[in-house]
């Protein structure tokens, strides 16, 4: 799977979006982007994934650019519960190789 | 709650010690995984079932480890003669199979402290 790259930490102020870089620029044409996000001693969370086209849901919304080689995760309106490490991956969409490889992520504080 | 549940949620043992945990992943998936954290990094995959065939296992998982999943439902992760080197969170998680781009969802984790 492809490596991504992202800040080690970031900080927003709450009540306003916070946009999470990454970059993964050996992407593949059949590799999706998967974004989790894990607070304190908790399992991670599932946010958001895509292939080519933004997505949205009732979390985030997910930008990838045309080539592929960046995203952003942005969260629209932050609150204190959004203070967590958010992870973003890049997973072959094929049967067989079925994991998620996490890196370090980024940690994201929410400032009141 | 029909999310993955995991238990126990902590457990803190003697060093030489067997240590088990278990898992239940959402009704019908036929997938799960097992990774281990620690302080400061990722989770790091350890093995995954496809109902009850455990089809791949990482280098992480030594000799000491098992995993089993009977009858592909719940599974169970047992470690022998425990190290400190083991104290970790151990996450179970699971998804449905033949859906591309299909999601995997974590337990809350079980906690391990060897002492």
């Known amino acids: 799977d492809a490596k991504t790259t992202q800040p080690t930490s970031m900080d927003c102020a709450e009540g306003r979006a916070a946009n999470l870089p990454c970059n993964h620029s050996t992407i593949s044409g059949n590799e999706y982007v998967y974004w989790y996000r894990q607070i304190h001693s908790q399992g991670p969370q599932y946010i958001i994934h895509?292939?080519?086209n933004n997505e949205t849901n009732e979390m985030a919304s997910l930008i990838i650019t045309e080539d592929r080689k960046s995203s952003t995760l942005i969260l629209p309106h932050a609150t204190l519960r959004d203070t967590a490490v958010y992870y973003c991956?890049?997973?072959?969409?094929?049967?067989?190789?079925?994991?998620?490889?996490f890196g370090t992520g980024t940690r994201l504080t929410i400032i009141p | 709650d029909t999310g993955v549940s995991q238990n126990p949620r902590h457990k803190i043992t003697k060093r030489g010690q067997n240590v088990t945990f278990r898992c239940d992943p959402i009704?019908?998936?036929?997938?799960l995984y097992w990774y281990r954290q620690t302080l400061g990094q990722g989770p790091e995959f350890l093995t995954y079932f496809q109902n009850e065939a455990q089809l791949e296992k990482s280098r992480l998982l030594s000799d000491r480890f098992s995993a089993e999943r009977p009858k592909g439902s719940f599974s169970t992760l047992e470690i022998q003669r425990t190290e400190q080197g083991d104290s970790a969170m151990y996450l179970c998680?699971?998804?449905?199979?033949?859906?591309?781009?299909?999601?995997?969802?974590f337990g809350e984790g079980s906690w391990l402290t060897v002492v």
């Open positions: 998680a699971s998804s449905l199979e033949a859906v591309l781009g299909n999601t995997i969802y």
């Open positions: 991956i890049v997973r072959v969409a094929n049967f067989g190789n079925e994991k998620l490889t």
């Open positions: 009704s019908e998936h036929n997938r």
């Open positions: 895509g292939l080519k």
